[in-house]
């Protein structure tokens, strides 16, 4: 009698218990994106700097993009980038981005009209710096090179993934994953700013640490020989609007290594890290992640025993997920 009163009581306890834990993982995550996100000292901070940059010389690409351009628009995101450059340049070395900056703004005022070349103001020297001359800006491409990754069987290549959770004692190949890692660099994100990291571990002990922290391994954590956390950078957003973008980059991101290492003949398993701050703060007591990136997911990655089972895992009638608007 009295365990059921407990069990009751405990029941209508439990929904003040999570939104409690709600509005304190709310306030965790507000915390860490104040505190690390690029919307204040990327002046200083080469890497903040770098993603300004990204975030600023991509809309020349856009605009140089365009099939029929205004050839006076984008003065203003030049004199940004030419300011920012400059100020980087008089506080530290130039990065990779920064770089390739500059190669985007020779690109943009190569088609700009008299008008906008007029009012560039003066940049810093960049003569002594390794110049990336020949990334950024546009190329071209024709439809037959856009359709060389055209699939012949589609269906076949996603249709045969499948979560698996019987892998088998094969190491995973470090080249494998970088591999893996390169195609899913392709993935669009947020401005191009790519603000995602990855941490590859394949020490046993220490994949079985980090998975003790994880509740979705139960029962073949053990045998998952290739573990990958993947995490966003919070510096590369810088705007109370993105404050949640982060998520929706890194899982497309995600998606595309899960996708790159089907390619290549692995399997994986995504792990969840749906968890408090308290689990996450143990994390990173546990590995080195960086201050100011935030976990997104695990991921198990391995070869699978010649015959395993597979969760069905039915999904949804089309119809359920689909509309198509043809007029409204």
């Not at 400059?86 to 506080?91: D, E, L, M, P």
């Not at 100011?292 to 949804?316: D, F, Q, T, W």
Request: positive net charge.
């Amino acid at each position: 009698m009295v365990q059921r009163c407990m069990n009751k009581l405990k029941d209508l306890l439990r929904p003040f218990r999570d939104v409690v834990f709600t509005l304190y993982g709310y306030m965790y995550d507000c915390y860490r994106y104040i505190r690390f996100s690029g919307y204040r000292d990327y002046i200083k901070d080469q890497e903040k700097r770098s993603y300004k940059a990204v975030k600023i010389y991509h809309r020349l690409e856009k605009s140089l993009s365009f099939r029929e351009r205004n050839p006076n628009s984008g003065i203003r995101s030049a004199n940004q980038l030419e300011s920012l450059l400059t100020k980087g340049a008089v506080s530290g070395s130039l990065g990779f981005q920064e770089h390739v900056g500059t190669s985007v703004l020779e690109h943009f005022y190569e088609h700009a009209s008299d008008q906008v070349k007029a009012k560039r103001i003066t940049m810093a020297d960049f003569k002594d710096a390794e110049c990336v001359s020949d990334l950024g800006g546009v190329i071209f491409k024709s439809g037959e090179e856009l359709a060389g990754g055209k699939l012949e069987d589609p269906e076949a290549f996603f249709l045969s993934r499948s979560s698996v959770r019987d892998f088998s004692s094969q190491p995973v190949d470090h080249h494998q994953i970088v591999r893996a890692l390169t195609l899913a660099m392709k993935t669009p994100s947020v401005c191009n700013r790519q603000g995602w990291y990855v941490y590859h571990v394949d020490q046993r002990e220490l994949i079985d640490s980090c998975l003790s922290l994880q509740n979705g391994n139960r029962g073949f954590g053990h045998e998952i020989p290739c573990l990958l956390i993947i995490a966003a950078d919070l510096k590369a957003f810088d705007t109370a609007g993105e404050r949640y973008q982060y998520w929706i980059d890194g899982g497309m991101f995600s998606m595309s290594i899960i996708y790159a290492l089907h390619a290549l003949g692995l399997s994986t398993c995504c792990l969840n890290w749906s968890k408090t701050p308290k689990d996450d703060i143990r994390l990173r007591k546990l590995m080195p992640i960086k201050p100011n990136h935030s976990v997104l997911m695990m991921l198990a990655v391995g070869y699978p025993n010649e015959k395993i089972k597979v969760c069905y895992s039915a999904r949804n009638p089309l119809d359920s997920i689909y509309e198509y608007w043809s007029e409204l």
